[in-house]
């Protein structure tokens, strides 16, 4: 029993915690960004992820290969990172840190569809469209109530760029298929984010950070620079060896829903009643539009 519930205990803790990291680093954003400008805190975080990653690459032996289709490989990596992160630093002056994990948890829907209507590499079917359907209503209904919820339309715009990047970096790191350890892949795309973001200073060195941040805001630059960028990664690669997708996607339902939590109790975000009702819709959407991978992974065989 000892030997058979071990390994489940670490699996299920492993996943636990990278849940629980990619719930709160919405959160840790916006404490981040309160105090000093969104970009100066992304250059730091980026280039202080890299310098960890690097140790932790050296650690694990890994090599960093600089060959063609390996740097390929972290230039479209680096889309998920400096694109896409990029644009999540901006959204968090206009949304809450849970409407932000919420319109996150949209990735799936919208991958499922760029498959279905461009790439043609998945076939969506009735019950996957209908979920897509009410789970874009349910965030209708969110969003109706703009002033109690801290909607901004900027916000959400930034917030669908972004997941328009993630998902295309995606796409592009499997189409390149780069030989690529998961480790030397995250490190190498967070080099190029790193070197990337170098391009941004000119337009803010006007607000480069001259002072010291409260405690807030230094808690949420490390968590983001060493949990939400080298734990979590680490957490996600270990499980995705280990797990079905399926098993890996029950976390678009779970972490919107403890963003949210958490953006309430630590944060004082108001989420109204007439919200909570949209936040339970899109919910009941994203699980019917994983129900068919969820059914043919778990009752299938039974």
């Known amino acids: 029993m000892n030997s058979n519930s071990s390994p489940m205990l670490v699996t299920a803790s492993i996943y636990a915690l990278l849940v629980l990291i990619w719930a709160a680093t919405p959160l840790a954003i916006v404490w ?179 002072q010291m941040p409260s405690m807030q805001a230094l808690f949420g630059f490390g968590f983001t620079m060493i949990l939400s960028s080298i734990v979590a990664m680490l957490c996600y690669f270990w499980l995705i060896r280990r797990l079905a997708a399926s098993t890996v996607s029950l976390s678009n339902v779970m972490t919107p829903i403890i963003a949210l939590i958490l953006g309430a109790t630590l944060n004082n975000e108001v989420i109204s009643s007439h919200a909570f009702a949209g936040i339970a819709v899109v919910m009941f959407g994203i699980v019917m539009y994983f129900w068919k991978e969820w059914r043919e992974q778990y009752f299938s065989k039974s």
């Open 32 to 210: 981040s960004v309160q105090e000093v400008h969104p970009m100066w805190v992304l250059i730091i975080r980026y280039f202080g992820a890299s310098l960890l990653a690097l140790a932790i690459l050296s650690a694990m032996r890994n090599p960093l290969p600089f060959d063609r289709t390996s740097m390929m490989s972290y230039v479209a990596g680096s889309l998920n990172l400096i694109g896409a992160q990029l644009f999540i630093y901006l959204a968090a002056n206009y949304l809450t840190s849970g409407l932000m994990a919420l319109i996150f948890g949209f990735s799936p829907l919208v991958a499922g569809l760029i498959g279905h209507v461009i790439l043609k590499t998945n076939r969506l079917i009735w019950l996957q469209w209908l979920g897509m359907a009410v789970a874009v209503g349910g965030l209708s209904f969110v969003f109706a109530e703009s002033a109690d919820s801290k909607v901004n339309p900027w916000g959400v715009v930034l917030m669908l760029i972004s997941m328009v990047s993630y998902i295309s970096s995606i796409f592009w790191v499997k189409q390149i298929n780069a030989p690529l350890k998961p480790m030397s892949q995250a490190t190498g795309s967070l080099i190029v984010s790193s070197l990337g973001s170098l391009l941004i200073i000119p337009f803010i060195w006007q607000s480069f950070p001259t």
